[in-house]
Nanobody
Framework: QVQLVESGGGLVQPGGSLRLSCAAS????????MGWYRQAPKKQRELVAS???????NYADSVWGRYTISRDNAKNTMYLQMNSLKPEDTAVYYC?????????????WGQGTQVTVSS
């Protein structure tokens, strides 16, 4: 399995921005779909953004227009640029490979990175 390490979270005020990074332990070039999930307190983990190896992207309605997912296969790294953050974006964010049909995660979870949006 691919080992994934998330970073870049923190505390930010509403309306602020953060950029998350996901570093892979081996080439992610062959992984067709990669994605960012998040889990807020007392809520189920949800897929918020995904990207194919060809660069096609998909977003949850709740983050559409505010988040941008990207990947650099040469660096084995994926990113999530989050703008116009809202308190409801507060969650632990995880990256993973994504099953293209079921949207289920394909690897074990990493430690995640905490994003807290609060004034």
């Amino acid at each position: 399995q691919v080992q994934l390490v998330e970073s870049g979270g923190g505390l930010v005020q509403p309306g602020g921005s953060l950029r998350l990074s996901c570093a892979a332990s081996e080439s992610i070039f062959r992984i067709y779909v990669m994605g960012w999930y998040r889990q807020a307190p007392k809520k189920q983990r949800e897929l918020v953004a995904s990207i194919t190896s060809g660069g096609s992207t998909n977003y949850a309605d709740s983050v559409w227009g505010r988040y941008t997912i990207s990947r650099d296969n040469a660096k084995n790294t994926m990113y999530l640029q989050m703008n116009s953050l809202k308190p409801e974006d507060t969650a632990v964010y995880y990256c993973n490979a994504v099953h293209p049909l079921s949207k289920a995660p394909l690897n074990s979870w990493g430690q995640g990175t905490q994003v807290t949006v609060s004034s």
